[in-house]
């Protein structure tokens, strides 16, 4: 199998800012590497860093330490040139589309390309072509105004595309769109994944935006990375506490299901009737258990579901209820208050 190429790489990167009273600590020591053609999500809280760090990655930000590489090229040894250069070929979108209202849609296409100096001829050509990749082309001499938030964020994603990006960087790009369109838009960013292999960057503080379209994602907590690595495995067992955050039902820890009481969270994969396995493993152990939540979810096209259970207070039942789940391969993660 041919090695990946990494595309992005970040090493030991901080970023600080000086306020009035004292200095401020964004991104503290932030090691990562992007593989070229993949989709890979960044995700966090509000205040995490996400954003900062999604602007030092194409030095709209400098960094005030480390090292940033970006398709082989270390930023800070460019000169303002090559610094435009390199960032036609990191494209952002944007949470709020940032569209030029005076302008249809085909004309904000184009205007990367006008920028670039490109013919007007040619540029009306490849712009055409890129709103029929996006599903607009029977809304080219549309302004902004008249089109809803999911089409003006296609029409972004078109203009991304104008300069033949080989990254894009998605900062909060369906946030603003509602949960249908954001399926939509999301759907559009696989597809042109696929296509024509753009590594894409998902920056979010949604992991349903994560699991439906990441392979790999990192978790950004207070300026330092958490955790990294496939989506379906920090689903299945997430290491940190922003991870269980992000991952368990409701944004809750397993902890914060019951008051006080020994439980358990049961992930299962592929097409498993886990309610199946419930009742079995209660008829088995001859107890009863208490389900507090439960739910599946689509995690880059493959299914996984999720259940908390409390255990029986009783000590030896609960250890078998355990080996009974592990028995059968079922991953479980055994929480104590």
């Given at each position: 199998?041919?090695?990946r190429?990494?595309?992005?790489?970040l090493?030991?990167?901080?970023?600080?800012?000086?306020?009035?009273s004292?200095?401020?600590?964004?991104?503290?020591g932030?090691?990562l590497?992007?593989?070229?053609?993949?989709?890979?999500?960044?995700?966090?809280?509000?205040?995490?860093?996400k954003s900062?760090l999604?602007?030092c990655i194409?030095f709209?930000?400098?960094?005030?330490?480390g090292?940033?590489i970006v398709d082989?090229?270390?930023?800070?040894?460019?000169?303002?040139r090559?610094?435009?250069?390199?960032?036609?070929?990191?494209?952002?979108?944007?949470?709020?589309?940032?569209?030029?209202?005076?302008?249809?849609?085909?004309?904000?296409?184009?205007f990367?390309?006008e920028?670039?100096?490109?013919?007007?001829?040619?540029?009306?050509?490849?712009a055409?072509?890129l709103l029929?990749?996006?599903g607009?082309?029977?809304?080219m001499?549309?302004?902004?105004?008249q089109?809803?938030?999911g089409?003006?964020q296609?029409?972004?994603?078109?203009?991304?595309?104008?300069?033949?990006?080989?990254v894009?960087?998605c900062d909060e790009a369906?946030?603003?769109?509602d949960?249908?369109t954001?399926?939509?838009?999301?759907a559009?960013?696989?597809e042109i994944?696929?296509?024509?292999?753009?590594t894409?960057?998902m920056i979010t503080?949604?992991?349903s935006?994560?699991?439906?379209?990441c392979?790999r994602l990192?978790?950004?907590d207070?300026?330092?990375?958490?955790?990294v690595?496939?989506?379906?495995?920090?689903?299945?067992?997430?290491?940190?506490?922003i991870?269980r955050?992000?991952?368990?039902?409701e944004g809750?820890?397993?902890?914060e299901?019951?008051?006080?009481?020994?439980?358990c969270?049961?992930?299962f994969?592929g097409?498993?009737?886990l309610?199946?396995?419930?009742?079995?493993?209660?008829?088995?152990?001859?107890?009863?258990?208490?389900?507090?939540f439960?739910?599946?979810k689509?995690?880059?096209?493959q299914?996984?579901?999720?259940?908390?259970?409390?255990?029986?207070e009783?000590?030896?039942?609960?250890?078998?209820?355990l080996?009974?789940?592990?028995?059968l391969g079922?991953?479980?993660?055994?929480?104590?208050?």
């Amino acid at each position: 199998m041919k090695p990946r190429r990494p595309i992005i790489q970040l090493r030991k990167v901080s970023k600080s800012f000086q306020n009035s009273s004292r200095e401020v600590h964004v991104l503290s020591g932030v090691d990562l590497t992007i593989y070229e053609g993949e989709i890979f999500g960044i995700i966090g809280m509000s205040g995490a860093g996400k954003s900062t760090l999604v602007r030092c990655i194409n030095f709209l930000e400098k960094p005030t330490n480390g090292e940033i590489i970006v398709d082989g090229k270390v930023m800070s040894q460019l000169n303002k040139r090559e610094l435009r250069e390199i960032r036609r070929k990191t494209a952002m979108i944007f949470q709020q589309f940032n569209l030029l209202m005076q302008r249809t849609a085909l004309k904000n296409v184009c205007f990367p390309m006008e920028i670039a100096g490109i013919s007007k001829a040619k540029a009306e050509s490849r712009a055409k072509e890129l709103l029929e990749l996006v599903g607009l082309s029977d809304r080219m001499t549309s302004y902004p105004s008249q089109l809803s938030g999911g089409q003006r964020q296609r029409i972004a994603i078109a203009r991304a595309l104008a300069t033949n990006p080989k990254v894009l960087l998605c900062d909060e790009a369906t946030s603003a769109l509602d949960p249908d369109t954001t399926r939509g838009v999301l759907a559009l960013l696989k597809e042109i994944n696929k296509k024509l292999g753009i590594t894409i960057v998902m920056i979010t503080h949604e992991m349903s935006v994560v699991e439906k379209i990441c392979s790999r994602l990192a978790i950004i907590d207070k300026g330092h990375i958490a955790e990294v690595g496939m989506t379906e495995d920090v689903f299945v067992c997430p290491n940190s506490d922003i991870g269980r955050k992000l991952v368990y039902p409701e944004g809750r820890t397993v902890k914060e299901h019951v008051d006080s009481s020994r439980c358990c969270r049961i992930v299962f994969e592929g097409c498993s009737s886990l309610e199946t396995v419930i009742s079995n493993m209660v008829l088995e152990c001859k107890a009863p258990v208490n389900i507090l939540f439960a739910d599946t979810k689509n995690i880059d096209g493959q299914i996984f579901g999720q259940m908390v259970i409390q255990l029986p207070e009783d000590q030896l039942m609960a250890k078998r209820m355990l080996a009974y789940l592990n028995e059968l391969g079922i991953k479980t993660e055994e929480v104590r208050e």
